[in-house]
């Protein structure tokens, strides 16, 4: 039988702390209703889960351990790191001075951050915002509300899915697809099993590389080589410092592309089109063609706006 910690507010003195500096317990420590954040001024140790009830959360100033899961109806913050041989889970933020990791998954109805890494075994998801010093990881997906910043790489088992943007100083990395509602970012490549799809820009320090199709709001830029394994779309332009090569259907379609090399459709017998002023490049495969010009019955009140401010900022210069 598995022996239970009950925190209640008679442990607590008028500045919501515990009556002693560490709680290190051998099973569940259990933090009951409405108790408000709870403070404990070091560790937070417990061989088997720890759980804070609805109202209530926890932070600690060094970290908070369990061999199971860490639960809470609010808030986890730790001055260190935060580990679970299961899952962690917390109505509101996860926040730690150093990394949090996770047997299983990590979820926040709000935001999750990290001085160092944030590593889960299974899936990683927050409300709003993800942001680790270092890399994150999990074994399954990633997906955030707003935006997810790493100072290293990004890497998901499945799909990475931000409402706003995705930035990494190093790799990103995804088993399925990547998507986000701004731009993507990266200071190595970005690979996707699936497709990439940015409401914005894409760009990359290296290559670029998707088991399906690429498409960006504005432009796509990559310091090697952007492969896709469908066709490529971006708002502006294409430029790559290598190759720029589709292997199926859907041809490429842009502004202008700017590489060294452009083949088209490699792997089909139909030729494909390039609908694209091309700037630099040697065309080894695909049919290039005129892209149409834009006019005003083409956009919308949103794009009409947005040309006249264009407009009005190129005669002030």
């Not at 560790?43 to 060094?62: N, Y």
Request: proline share 0%; charged share 25%.
């Amino acid at each position: 039988m598995v022996n239970n910690l009950i925190i209640t507010e008679s442990d607590l003195n008028k500045d919501n702390e515990y009556k002693d500096d560490s709680i290190d317990f051998d099973g569940d420590i259990v933090f009951e209703e409405n108790l408000g954040v709870v403070k404990v001024r070091r560790t937070i140790k417990a061989t088997q889960s720890i759980i804070a009830k609805t109202g209530s959360g926890i932070i600690a100033g060094s970290g908070i351990i369990a061999g199971l899961g860490i639960e809470a109806g609010s808030r986890i913050k730790a001055g260190l790191g935060i580990e679970a041989g299961w899952g962690i889970e917390a109505g509101w933020g996860i926040e730690a001075g150093w990394g949090i990791e996770a047997g299983s998954g990590i979820e926040a109805g709000l935001g999750i951050e990290a001085g160092s890494g944030i590593k889960a075994g299974l899936g990683i998801e927050a409300g709003s915002r993800i942001e680790a010093g270092l890399g994150i990881e999990a074994g399954y997906g990633i997906e955030a509300g707003s935006g997810i910043e790493a100072g290293y790489g990004i890497e998901a088992g499945s799909g990475i899915i931000a409402g706003l943007g995705i930035e990494a100083g190093s790799r990103i990395e995804a088993g399925s697809g990547i998507e986000a509602g701004y731009g993507i970012e990266a200071g190595w490549g970005i690979e996707a099993g699936w497709g990439i799809e940015a409401g914005w820009g894409i760009e990359a320090g290296s290559g670029i590389e998707a088991g399906l199709g690429i498409e960006a709001g504005s432009g796509i830029k990559a310091g090697y080589g952007i492969e896709a394994g469908l066709g490529i779309e971006a708002g502006w332009g294409i430029e790559a410092g290598w190759s720029v090569i589709t292997k199926f259907e859907y041809g490429v379609k842009a502004k202008f592309i700017s590489c060294l090399h452009l083949a088209v459709g490699f792997n089909v017998k139909e030729e494909q089109e390039i609908c694209a002023e091309i700037r630099k490049g040697k065309v080894l495969l695909g049919k290039v063609i005129k892209p149409k010009e834009m006019v005003l019955e083409d956009l919308s009140k949103q794009e009409l706006i947005n040309k006249v401010k264009e407009l009005e900022k190129g005669e002030c210069e």
